[in-house]
């Protein structure tokens, strides 16, 4: 087991993914094209737990990985009910392992009538922390109007978490050559969309929801003051910067112990959150991806305290977590 160095002895994963039995099951059924679906992918109970006590990751909080990209959304019935068949499969691994595993709840945000109604039914699963939305619906942006019915209630429910992971789109065909549309475009949606929220009033209009943003923010970090300048075009009522600084970031990426520094003296060791993106990255060249998690968290150059925080205070903090 990888030795802890954080004060209450506990790694708690935000960023981990699994593809369930029955949800696999059924999308592999439903869609006219090939999945490209790893078996190391696939939920399997002991392989999962065998790699959070090599690298000591206490608690995984597992979500679907980039659900928007599977269906065909001018048919709404197969996402309501691909999104209870993946609630339901992750209800049943939180009841079964309440001290390994937590879930953010996948939600069929093209129906807010229905999205509204998951979320209340997935608030009584076991193992519910929050919801994980994409950081675009079919290429419609999160704060286009259709989707307001579902925020506002969201908001005034007693608020919410949401894990906001990219989700690829299309890009121009040069993007794809070494996959740099996967890459690259992944933190560069997340980037555009975090931007928007910030500029169109989000923030201002939601107070309660509160986003951990994947792969530390995308490049929000490194481009924060270039948006700044978009301000006086914008609706909000404060600089981008104030409302980066209400974000949590997690250290999936792979990322780099400098940008981890970068984070916390720009936004504070409170907004930083422990990520690894499991199980994706294994089998590549270098480090798997937990591997490289733990690595740059660890040589950072942060304190103790401040690791404890980034490990797991800070998510328990604001998920909740005893």
Not at 148 to 167: Q, R, T, W
Request: hydrophobic share 40%; aromatic share 12%; with cysteine.
């Amino acid at each position: 087991m990888a030795q802890l160095t954080n004060g209450d002895g506990m790694r708690i994963d935000v960023h981990a993914h699994a593809f369930t039995p029955e949800f696999t099951r059924v999308l592999k059924k439903s869609v006219s094209r090939p999945l490209a679906i790893r078996s190391i992918w696939e939920w399997d109970e002991n392989r999962f737990l065998g790699e959070m006590d090599r690298w000591g990751v206490t608690l995984q909080l597992l979500s679907l990985p980039q659900m928007y990209e599977y269906f065909d959304w001018g048919d709404r019935n197969p996402a309501v009910e691909m999104s209870k068949i993946a609630n339901d499969e992750y209800a049943e691994i939180c009841a079964k392992q309440p001290q390994r595993f937590r879930m953010f709840a996948s939600i069929p945000m093209m129906d807010a009538d229905q999205a509204c109604k998951e979320l209340e039914r997935a608030r009584n699963c076991p193992g519910f922390v929050g919801i994980t939305l994409c950081t675009h619906i079919r290429e419609r942006a999160l704060d286009e109007p259709e989707f307001a019915a579902f925020f506002d209630y969201a908001n005034a429910s007693g608020g919410l978490a949401m894990f906001l992971h990219p989700l690829e789109r299309p890009l121009p065909k040069e993007w794809e050559v070494y996959r740099l549309d996967h890459l690259i475009g992944l933190p560069v949606d997340t980037t555009f969309a975090l931007s928007r929220l910030a500029l169109g009033g989000f923030f201002d209009k939601y107070p309660n929801l509160k986003i951990i943003a994947a792969h530390v923010g995308g490049a929000i970090p490194f481009l924060a003051r270039r948006i700044e300048r978009a301000f006086r075009e914008g609706k909000s009522q404060h600089k981008p910067s104030h409302y980066f600084g209400q974000l949590f970031y997690d250290t999936a990426g792979p990322t780099d112990e400098a940008i981890i520094a970068c984070v916390a003296r720009m936004f504070g060791t409170e907004q930083i959150v422990f990520g690894t993106d499991y199980p994706f990255g294994l089998g590549q060249e270098g480090k798997q991806y937990v591997e490289h998690a733990v690595g740059v968290v660890e040589e950072s150059g942060l304190s103790a305290t401040e690791l404890a925080k980034i490990y797991s205070g800070n998510v328990r903090r604001l998920l909740h977590i005893e």
